[in-house]
């Protein structure tokens, strides 16, 4: 079993709908970041959580860490939204000293 | 643009080979994380150098060394390459050695052994 885990792995919207990402975890951790992947293939990082909720424009990222579990939202969604986010940790224990470990990703396609 | 440029931006080369991959982390960054992404595995850590200094290690192969030099710029070595060994190599950089901190990434390396 992947220590992080997204969901859905694939998902299609239609142009201003919301937008939900799911990425739930199995470790503790020190903090949760949301990456964005271009499909040019270039990486941004869109937030990084260790508690509560964070917004940025039309995006808002939860984070339960009870729950082990985060959230992403997209509000009014736009074909330029289209791209895989992929949702990372940083373990509090274990190997490489709490490097990120990555969850496979949720690819977006937004319909006009 | 995040600041973090990688060279070279397509590799293409034969198993057995030797190639080097080549990051500068944005300017004032210390940090610097190397990656591998490949189709079935996702995304994977593979080193860290802060301020010169190795500070973490992931799923690093043998066949594959890296180091960050005075200036900062940091050469990830992959030798003896095999099939599997084809992916896009990001690196990415940060102010501080947390992990916590933001990382931004370079555009990556797509290696393609043949």
């Known amino acids: 079993k992947n220590e992080v885990e997204q969901s859905p792995q694939n998902l299609t919207a239609q142009e201003g709908e919301f937008i939900t990402i799911n990425c739930s975890y199995s470790?503790?951790?020190?903090?949760l970041h949301w990456l964005q992947q271009h499909p040019g293939g270039g990486i941004v990082s869109l937030f990084m959580?260790?508690?509560g909720k964070k917004k940025h424009g039309r995006l808002i990222a939860t984070i339960n860490i009870q729950e082990k579990h985060s959230s992403l939202h997209i509000t009014a969604s736009h074909p330029r939204d289209s791209a895989v986010y992929i949702c990372?940790?940083?373990?509090?224990?274990?190997?490489?000293?709490?490097?990120?470990?990555f969850g496979k990703g949720t690819k977006l396609s937004v319909k006009p | 643009d995040s600041g973090v440029t990688q060279t070279p931006k397509h590799l293409i080369t034969a198993t057995g080979q030797r190639v080097t991959l080549r990051c500068s982390p944005r300017?004032?960054?210390?940090?610097v994380y190397w990656y591998q992404q490949s189709l079935d595995q996702g995304l994977q850590f593979l080193i860290q150098?802060?301020?010169?200094?190795?500070?973490a290690k992931g799923n690093i192969l043998e066949r594959f060394s890296a180091q960050q030099f005075p200036d900062l710029h940091s050469e990830l070595n992959l030798s003896s390459l095999e099939l599997g060994d084809s992916a896009l190599y990001f690196c990415?950089?940060?102010?501080?050695?947390?992990?916590?901190?933001?990382?931004?990434f370079g555009p990556g390396t797509r290696l393609t052994v043949l």
């Open positions: 150098y802060y301020n010169g200094e190795e500070r």
């Open positions: 300017s004032g960054d210390l940090s």
């Open positions: 470790v503790g951790i020190s903090a």
């Open positions: 990372a940790v940083s373990p509090l224990y274990g190997g490489s000293q709490g490097n990120l470990i």
């Open positions: 959580l260790s508690s």
């Open positions: 990415a950089s940060s102010q501080a050695p947390e992990v916590t901190d933001t990382q931004y």
